[in-house]
């Protein structure tokens, strides 16, 4: 296959990862009820620590260890607060609105840059070499996997029906098909380096700022404990990737 065909089809199978949230669709309601923090807990987990062991080394060795490249993680954490109080303000002053969906659009947005990025590294590789471009994509799967799991469950958490949750979930992994096509049409002369930081901040934002709250100080000690639980599995989840796959 050309180079090319080799990105796009990257691009259609890491979207596809997305639907792995449509095993969710086989549970009774209750049993989705149940496992529902637990998945806004490992998205937590799972975003944060893409952020610490992914985002931030990868933007590192782009800027450099230099001031501007922790403005810009602030940027992203900055503008994520803005949207989200713009989100609350329009939908809280409708009187049929659910205040609890502004961050699933946070969300979504986030998770769209960031495969936006991850479409635009690793096209880069697969014009570099396609067995090196096969070993990124993996990796890069790999990490998707909890992370796309996780925000399918936010999403249902924040009041979307699963199909509609399953479509927009799929929707957003498609910007990793439009990063390599971009990357492929401009030939890496298009800088778009600063987009890495700006997503940490974004995904520190949700993590830190919306996750961990709707999922902590529970009555029950049990239940903390699971989503605490879940909470370190996500983290660990991006650790061992970031270890076990890193060159």
């Not at 009774?28 to 944060?48: F, M, W």
């Not at 620590?49 to 992914?54: I, R, V």
Request: charged share 10%.
């Amino acid at each position: 296959m050309s180079t090319l065909a080799w990105i796009i089809t990257a691009g259609f199978l890491m979207s596809a990862i997305a639907l792995v949230g449509s095993v969710t669709l086989l549970l009774k309601d209750e049993t989705l009820q149940r496992i529902l923090l637990p998945l806004v807990a490992l998205a937590a987990g799972s975003l944060i620590g893409g952020a610490f062991f992914h985002m931030i080394p990868a933007g590192i060795e782009q800027f450099g260890n230099r001031t501007s490249f922790y403005v810009l993680i602030l940027a992203g954490f900055s503008a994520f607060f803005a949207l989200e109080q713009l989100f609350h303000w329009h939908h809280c002053h409708r009187a049929t609105a659910n205040c609890k969906r502004p961050l699933t659009y946070l969300i979504l947005i986030g998770d769209g840059l960031h495969n936006f990025i991850g479409g635009l590294a690793i096209a880069g590789t697969f014009i570099v070499d396609i067995r090196l471009g096969i070993m990124a994509w993996l990796a890069a799967a790999a990490h998707e996997i909890p992370q796309e799991l996780g925000d399918f469950g936010v999403l249902i958490h924040g009041g979307w029906a699963k199909g509609k949750a399953l479509l927009f979930n799929v929707l957003s992994a498609l910007t990793f098909l439009l990063g390599g096509l971009f990357a492929y049409g401009m030939s890496f002369n298009a800088d778009v380096s600063f987009l890495i930081p700006f997503a940490a901040g974004n995904f520190l934002y949700i993590g830190a700022s919306d996750l961990v709250p709707e999922v902590k100080a529970h009555g029950d000690i049990r239940v903390n404990s699971v989503n605490f639980f879940a909470f370190i599995l996500g983290l660990a989840l991006m650790l061992v990737i970031k270890v076990t796959l890193e060159p």
